[in-house]
């Protein structure tokens, strides 16, 4: 990983523009989301990667959730009352 030290101004509205050869290599392009940190004296800008399913994403991650997943304890509602013959 090739670390590039660039440097951008701010304009007279307090905007940076994150210079071209960076936005390429991160696919950032108009309407991208980033995210700004601020760790000491430092703005960390990186972009936000989309999840496709960010409930499926984080099922699992904590133990709890998982015993409560609301689809799955539905999904075995329904299945106990087919079974018992509650339900058609």
Avoid at 4 to 17: C, F, I
Avoid at 68 to 73: E, M, S
Wanted: proline share 6%; no cysteine; net charge positive.
């Amino acid at each position: 990983m090739v670390v590039e030290h660039l440097e951008a101004s701010v304009d007279e509205k307090h905007r940076v523009t994150i210079p071209r050869e960076i936005r390429k290599q991160l696919g950032i392009g108009h309407g991208s989301k980033v995210e700004v940190v601020l760790r000491g004296a430092e703005i960390i800008v990186k972009p936000v990667l989309p999840v496709k399913n960010p409930t499926q994403a984080i099922w699992g991650l904590v133990r709890e959730a998982e015993e409560r997943n609301p689809k799955k304890r539905s999904r075995e509602a329904v299945a106990k009352r087919k079974k018992a013959g509650n339900l058609s």
